[in-house]
């Protein structure tokens, strides 16, 4: 029983009853499958430590699926869900990954053409069968082929932030043994990649036997692909391959440093030690067959002239370089933000109250927020208009009287309109605090026009922020037409701050627009665009997402209090 296991039946349950068209049901199946996912700790753990009490403090699992998920954890399985499966035999998520794949358009799939899967589905539209359905045409059988073709290519990846909370609970358990003296992250989880292919464990233990017998029968573990004395390799549950190497104390900074790469750094590195006498591999650098150096990275990069570097900028592309004139970035810390510029709550399509949000921002550690529900445009989320929202901001100062030691600035995302302008208007908009601006809609514009509107946005003097500058979704929807040259001088010349947005699926902007974005000398802004109490924690992922980009500290207007970001802004 794995918590990736249960999220996904959840999500499943949520797809069916939307097929259904059950109301309100689907969201909240959606929700708890989401907070789930990103649990810390065992679904099943949770379960024996509390109960069902336990369950329904879950964010977004109410008494109804709390008890289901205490019938999939006390017998395997879920009554309901098997009874939709059977009635929708379909693999649900997989055409619902697919761009422009809803819950209708499932539904009709499967009724009228018997499509059960993604391959049923590419085989349907290039023979030309779905232009006959009801509302689809030629363009949307290319449309959903183009979908296809992009979930292709990023197959077998998963999302950093959705695997994470898996890995660092394994990472945990791993060090909690008496015959384990370290265990550490390398490859694309220690860089802090968005996806991640496949997990790299590395111990330093002298039981290398006792730590691979432990590590196969992890209650992640699914099935053991190769068991042996120093490497082990596993599925996992949730479908991702960990590889688990054992080292001696004396190697284990060469391994960290061979195994963390990326692959173009290393073979850089390495081509370095060769012209300079020595052989590196994940046991040491030796000159002829003498170790000089392998304990730490430290020591490794040093006898090599150069200084160590973090491992999110191992990516070739000038970090070592810069290390050897002792140039090296100093990035912005995991601990630096010290607000969230991007916040919903129940006044838009938000779990929680203002106060709710504001005390949960606040125990993280956190010393402001800024309230930035959705704008009347975005109907289907509630959207706030120009009355609505100056309610909402004699209500944040209401509750900032009953709140100490948070800071509840008052905001907006705006919706940038088709042609540029905004759907609240300038007045109101001046009275806030932080305005954000987003594109949500009319995505397939052509490069020239999504230019030209986001930057007459931008223009307004009112809009301190571009949210999620690209409207990428990792896995899911390429970055809508824009020029981000031109994006980033309008940016520049308008003193627009420009976002990272922390949300999994987001992280938006990438890391090569940060650096492009910070070489120009623009601001940024990371947050977490939070939903509920519970997402928060994303801001590690907008972090690191930033760090990949070479930012520092002083790039980052939430670094700083409150009052001096303000001061940043137009
Ligand atoms: P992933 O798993 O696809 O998200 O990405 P990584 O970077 O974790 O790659 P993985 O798991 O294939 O390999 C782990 C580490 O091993 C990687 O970070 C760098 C190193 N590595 C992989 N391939 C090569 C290679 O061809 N040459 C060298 N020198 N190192 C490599
Ligand atoms: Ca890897
Ligand atoms: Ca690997
Ligand atoms: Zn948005």
Redesign the pocket.
């Known amino acids: 029983m794995s918590n990736q296991g249960l999220a996904k039946i959840l999500g499943e349950m949520a797809a069916f009853l939307d097929m259904k068209e059950v109301e309100f049901k689907p969201r909240a199946y959606e929700h708890a499958a989401f907070s789930v996912q990103s649990l810390e700790e065992g679904i099943g753990e949770i379960y024996k430590k509390g109960g069902l009490k336990a369950l329904e403090d879950i964010s977004g699992v109410g008494q109804g699926i709390a008890e289901r998920i205490e019938e999939y954890i006390k017998t395997g399985h879920i009554k309901d869900y098997e009874k939709l499966k059977k009635q929708f035999p379909i693999e649900v998520e997989e055409l619902m990954g697919i761009e422009g794949v809803g819950p209708k358009l499932v539904k009709k799939l499967y009724q009228e053409l018997r499509i059960k899967n993604q391959d049923d589905l590419e085989r349907a539209a290039k023979a030309g069968k779905l232009r006959g359905l009801e509302g689809l045409g030629e363009k949307s059988e290319q449309k959903i082929l183009k979908g296809i073709e992009f979930l292709r290519q990023s197959h077998g990846?998963f999302l950093l932030g959705h695997i994470l909370p898996t890995v660092r609970k394994m990472l945990d358990d791993l060090r909690g043994l008496p015959y384990i003296k370290r265990a550490e992250p390398?490859?694309?989880?220690r860089?802090m990649?968005e996806?991640?292919?496949?997990l790299?464990i590395l111990v330093i233990s002298d039981m290398p036997a006792k730590v691979m017998d432990y590590f196969v029968k992890m209650s992640e573990v699914q099935e053991i692909l190769v068991k042996g004395p120093t490497k082990t390799s596993v599925r996992l549950k949730m479908g991702m391959n960990a590889d688990v190497r054992v080292l001696p104390p004396e190697s284990f900074g060469a391994a960290l440093q061979?195994?963390?790469?990326?692959?173009y750094h290393?073979?850089a590195v390495?081509e370095i030690a060769i012209k300079k006498g020595y052989k590196l591999n994940e046991y040491g650098l030796f000159k002829s067959k003498r170790l000089v150096a392998g304990k730490t990275e430290e020591e490794i990069y040093k006898k090599l002239g150069m200084e160590w570097m973090e491992p999110e900028i191992r990516t070739n592309s000038g970090e070592i370089k810069s290390s050897f004139k002792g140039e090296l970035p100093r990035l912005i810390g995991y601990d630096d933000l010290r607000g969230d510029l991007q916040v919903q709550t129940d006044w838009t399509d938000g779990e929680h109250s203002i106060k709710e949000m504001a005390e949960a921002a606040k125990k993280l550690g956190l010393e402001y927020i800024v309230i930035t529900d959705h704008t009347k445009r975005l109907a289907m989320a509630g959207g706030l208009d120009e009355k609505k929202l100056t309610k909402q901001m004699a209500e944040i100062d209401k509750v900032q009287k009953q709140i100490s030691g948070i800071k509840i600035l008052k905001g907006s995302e705006v919706d940038i309109l088709k042609d540029g302008t905004l759907d609240i208007n300038d007045e109101v908009l001046a009275k806030l605090d932080v305005v954000g601006a987003s594109v949500h809609s009319n995505f397939t514009m052509s490069e020239i026009e999504m230019t030209k509107r986001i930057i007459r946005a931008i223009e307004n003097p009112n809009i301190d922020i571009l949210f999620h500058p690209t409207g990428r979704l990792i896995q899911k929807r390429e970055p809508y037409k824009v020029n981000i040259d031109e994006l980033i001088k309008a940016a520049k010349r308008t003193k627009t701050v420009l976002e990272v947005n922390a949300w999994p699926e987001r992280l938006d902007l990438k890391d090569e627009y940060i650096r492009k974005a910070i070489d120009t000398g623009i601001k940024l802004a990371i947050d977490s665009d939070a939903h509920d109490i519970s997402h928060f924690k994303f801001l590690e992922l907008g972090i690191a997402q930033a760090r990949r980009g070479w930012s520092g500290k002083k790039d980052v207007i939430n670094t700083r209090v409150w009052r001096e970001m303000l001061k940043l802004l137009k």
């Open positions: 990846r390398a490859g694309s989880i860089r990649q996806t991640v292919g496949d790299d061979y195994f963390t790469g990326d692959k290393n073979i390495r």
